[in-house]
């Protein structure tokens, strides 16, 4: 199993909690989508399986494409990869992007799985974020999209805005359940350097909810989402039986991907290449390779793969594994064997077989674990 990730670096106007590489001038395009078709098409040897089983179109804002630039797209997928029949195929999309129109255009292109940032239900925080749509848009843009037969629909929401008490959380949640949808992504509101939100929380301008709330927040989800059954696959992400995202658990089962786009990231199990994330650069240089590199590499020693493995696994319902943590011979296995046992004595984590799994208990400190079981 292989993956694309392919990273449209544009928004129609900037959130201002998003630290994500974008821009809101969109005079280069045409030419962003010729790069990335020449990305596509100098990658091709970079995934070992030729068989790509998921494609994910990430921002940025993916839904804001015409049909021509994203026909584009998916000719250089089709020109240099296989694609298998069964493929996942994401496109990240804003309610006010949603149509009758761009629906069936991305029904037509093999789009299966629609992933749309409501982000909230409520208008006042949606102002507050800088949105770009309604309540009732991001309503609407739902229920549009499963008469259009997209059965396998997730939306995003965000936890822990100011003044959200628990009344308010849960009927968020409840909207959410209420609309019979696959699959629900939440976050945290977390404060980002360099953003609107971070100036303004460094300024003093804005009361941010304490760690005790957020920690509320996170318990009322768990219990809504297991009481409406979803499963938390993964500490942020709730599913349907059977509709995790194929493709973000290939990121947490380090499965190898290819990143396309200013920004993006690739990894093959021994190295990652990181992107640039300047738009005028990443054109420039993948049309004109003597400027400079639009990637640079970073080879992971075998400390780094442990890392990964405890950041990422440890984080769904795959657990880690005491015989893949012995795979890892530079890792101490006595030192990380007491730690996980005292993590079990406390009640962080549980022990099923062979596998280590967080608790509920643990889910709310799975940072804090995640960094003394890291080398």
Excluded at 30 to 55: A, F, G, Q, R
Excluded at 68 to 73: E, F, G, K, V
Excluded at 153 to 161: E, K, N
Excluded at 290 to 307: A, I, K, P, R
Aim: glycine residues 6%; negative net charge.
């Amino acid at each position: 199993m292989s993956g694309i990730y392919i990273h449209i670096p544009y928004c129609h106007k900037a959130c201002n909690y998003c630290n994500f590489h974008f821009s809101t001038s969109m005079k280069d395009i045409n030419k962003m989508i010729d790069s990335i078709c020449l990305e596509l098409e100098k990658k091709k040897h970079y995934l070992n399986n030729p068989i790509v089983e998921t494609v994910y179109f990430g921002g940025g804002t993916p839904s804001l494409l015409n049909t021509d630039q994203l026909s584009s797209i998916f000719q250089s997928i089709q020109a240099h990869y296989t694609l298998s029949k069964t493929a996942e195929i994401t496109l990240e999309a804003n309610p006010e992007d949603i149509s009758s129109n761009s629906l069936a255009s991305w029904k037509a292109f093999g789009i299966n799985r629609l992933s749309i940032g409501v982000q909230s239900f409520q208008d006042h925080y949606l102002k507050w974020m800088n949105r770009n749509h309604t309540s009732a848009e991001s309503l609407n843009s739902i229920v549009l999209a499963k008469e259009y037969g997209f059965d396998n629909i997730s939306i995003d929401l965000i936890y822990g805005l100011p003044n959200l008490d628990a009344t308010a959380w849960r009927k968020e949640i409840n909207t959410a359940i209420g609309l019979n949808i696959t699959h629900v992504s939440t976050y945290c509101l977390t404060i980002e350097e360099k953003t609107a939100l971070g100036n303004l929380v460094e300024k003093g301008l804005i009361d941010l909810n304490n760690e005790e709330t957020i920690e509320q927040h996170m318990l009322i989800l768990m219990e809504a989402m297991k009481d409406a059954g979803y499963e938390q696959y993964e500490i942020s992400n709730f599913c349907k039986p059977t509709f995790e995202s194929k493709h973000n658990s290939s990121y947490w089962k380090r499965t190898p991907y290819i990143g396309i786009g200013p920004g993006a990231h690739s990894y093959n199990g021994e190295t990652r290449q990181y992107n640039i994330s300047s738009n005028p650069l990443y054109i420039k240089y993948l049309n004109t390779p003597s400027f400079g590199s639009v990637y640079t590499v970073e080879s992971l020693s075998e400390d780094d793969q442990y890392n990964e493995y405890i950041l990422t696994r440890l984080r769904t319902k795959w657990g880690i594994k005491q015989e893949e943590i012995a795979l890892f011979k530079s890792v101490n296995l006595l030192k990380i064997n007491q730690l996980l046992d005292s993590f079990c004595q406390n009640g962080f984590i549980v022990k099923e077989n062979d596998i280590y799994k967080l608790t509920t208990k643990g889910k709310l400190l799975a940072d804090e674990i995640t960094l003394r079981l890291m080398v």
